[in-house]
């Protein structure tokens, strides 16, 4: 299922490896909110949380040790610069695993094109998606999890974050940190509604233009 780009390739069709066969339609396109992808998929804010309470640590025993609230200040600064440090480390990661990453809806299928140092091309037709879960954020971005059928397996580290977080028996393929989510979601829906609706269709018409045997 993964297909993966050189890295000369120019894609004829943003996000996709190349030109949608006839008939197939994108009906949205999008990448991860990078401020969101960070908070989620890289727990910055767990990080920021733990250099902060290592600060406020370090900082309440050198005030109780020298009875000196400069002191204790002093003392947290190289806590707080690291944190800053770890903290502008993984939004950059964010933002370039955001520019990097493209989602594709269309008709007939999902495409993620992911991957930074690695570029690699996941096609998930809907005749293929079992289901797919909605993980919806008060801000209003989301994660789509899709659960695929079938015997194809992903590599977690390889798609990784663009995975069902810690679902890795099977991978699970995800659309993480969406705007938007609930109405890409909905769109998703309906598009893979349409198109399974259409294969049974052909499917049965084709069953009847076989000959009697």
Request: aromatic share 6%.
């Amino acid at each position: 299922m993964p297909e993966t780009l050189d890295d000369f390739h120019v894609e004829p069709v943003r996000g996709l490896p190349e030109r949608p066969p006839e008939g197939e339609r994108i009906l949205w396109q999008g990448a991860p909110n990078a401020w969101a992808l960070a908070r989620e998929a890289l727990s910055l804010c767990w990080v920021a949380g733990y250099f902060g309470l290592l600060a406020a640590w370090r900082g309440g025993v050198i005030w109780e040790r020298s009875n000196s609230a400069a002191l204790g200040l002093k003392a947290t600064v190289p806590y707080l610069v690291m944190g800053l440090v770890a903290c502008a480390v993984l939004a950059l990661i964010a933002l370039v695993l955001a520019r990097t990453t493209v989602y594709t809806i269309t008709n007939r299928r999902v495409a993620m094109r992911i991957g930074a140092a690695l570029t690699v091309t996941l096609n998930v037709p809907y005749t293929m998606l079992a289901s797919a879960d909605l993980s919806l954020r008060r801000d209003g971005t989301g994660t789509i999890a899709l659960d695929l059928m079938g015997s194809t397996r992903l590599s977690y580290l390889i798609c990784w974050p663009h995975v069902r977080p810690w679902r890795m028996s099977p991978t699970q393929p995800a659309l993480r940190a969406i705007p938007d989510a609930k109405a890409i979601a909905d769109l998703m829906a309906r598009a893979a509604r349409t198109r399974v609706e259409e294969r049974a269709q052909t499917v049965e018409i084709r069953a009847l233009e076989m000959p009697a045997e």
